[in-house]
């Protein structure tokens, strides 16, 4: 079992910038990947970050440049730094993490959410 907690979230203008953070339960080496989804109402969940085991990072298009995941292995925690934040980038963040399984499939984990919002 894998517990993700997510914090970092929060009311901010347009132009400005947040630090998400993801506290794993266990070492993020573990995973395959562990990343960055966003959700607004009535749409998918769809990937913002990600960041594998080996370090490879993998961006959406709508977030290239103005955002960075990272990871702090001492800590089990990934961050996704946000800048240049822009209305559109409202919604719930959820991180996720792929975990390897004997079958050769993933399984998914999934934090609570934490909601960002962003004002005009």
């Known amino acids: 079992q894998v517990q993700l907690v997510e914090s970092g979230g929060g009311l901010v203008q347009a132009g400005g910038s947040l630090r998400l953070s993801c506290a794993a339960s266990?070492?993020?080496?573990?995973?395959?990947?562990i990343g960055w989804y966003r959700q607004t109402p009535g749409k998918q969940r769809e990937l913002v970050a990600s960041?594998?085991?080996?370090?490879?990072?993998n961006y959406a298009d709508s977030v290239k440049g103005r955002c960075t995941i990272s990871r702090d292995n001492a800590k089990n925690t990934v961050y996704l730094q946000m800048n240049s934040l822009r209305p559109e980038d409202t919604a719930v963040y959820y991180c996720?993490?792929?975990?390897?399984?004997?079958?050769?499939?993933?399984?998914?984990?999934w934090g609570q959410g934490t909601q960002v919002t962003v004002s005009s």
């Open positions: 996720n993490a792929k975990i390897p399984l004997a079958s050769g499939r993933e399984y998914d984990y």
């Open positions: 266990r070492s993020t080496f573990s995973f395959n990947v």
């Open positions: 960041i594998s085991s080996g370090g490879n990072t």
